[in-house]
């Protein structure tokens, strides 16, 4: 029993990332989400785990590809992801590639382009300031999906998924940072 309690506290003890808050919304089709989220890291190495694509796939077991694109032709750096999941019966793969806007290590924008990506839109914004020896992230997200959602239990099994693996992912987000510090 010693043992079991030493085996939390160090697993306690090794991630500190909190989840203060977390709203997710669906309106007429589109679906939103704004979450505030503190990392025992400093911002530096926070912003860079959020804004290199290619660590997105250590974060959730959702993304399944995940990497960094050259500059498009306006000169903004380029993402693309690839997730995959089940609701219920219901599984598709996802694609979203788009562009990335950075100012400095405090404000990470990405927008996907509906040319390119499984969405009539997908935008999400980060935010990161330092509190308490820490990074404080909020992050939003707004995105209407192209393909068909089942109108009856879809919007309330998307929002409660949403929910589930922002929860899961905090941690590992947190793991990732620390190894770029």
């Not at 290590?105 to 935010?127: C, G, K, M, Y």
Request: proline share 4%; charged share 30%.
């Amino acid at each position: 029993m010693r043992y079991l309690w030493l085996v939390l506290v160090v697993t306690n003890a090794a991630t500190a990332a909190e989840l203060r808050s977390m709203e997710v919304g669906y309106d007429r089709g589109a679906y939103s989400l704004v979450s505030e989220v503190w990392f025992d890291t400093a911002v530096d190495p926070t912003f860079k785990a959020f804004s290199t694509w290619e660590y997105a796939t250590q974060f959730s077991r959702a993304v399944v590809e995940a990497r960094d694109l050259e500059p498009d032709e306006q000169g903004r750096p380029g993402f693309f992801t690839r997730n995959k999941g089940c609701i219920l019966f219901f599984c598709k793969s996802v694609v979203r590639e788009g562009w990335v806007e950075k100012e400095g290590n405090h404000l990470l924008r990405a927008f996907a382009d509906p040319q390119r990506s499984d969405f009539v839109f997908s935008n999400e914004i980060w935010t990161f300031r330092e509190e308490d020896g820490g990074t404080l992230v909020v992050y939003k997200l707004h995105f209407d999906p192209k393909f068909w959602v089942p109108p009856a239990i879809g919007p309330y099994m998307i929002k409660r998924k949403m929910k589930k693996e922002g929860g899961e992912a905090v941690d590992r987000i947190e793991q990732v940072a620390r190894g770029l510090e």
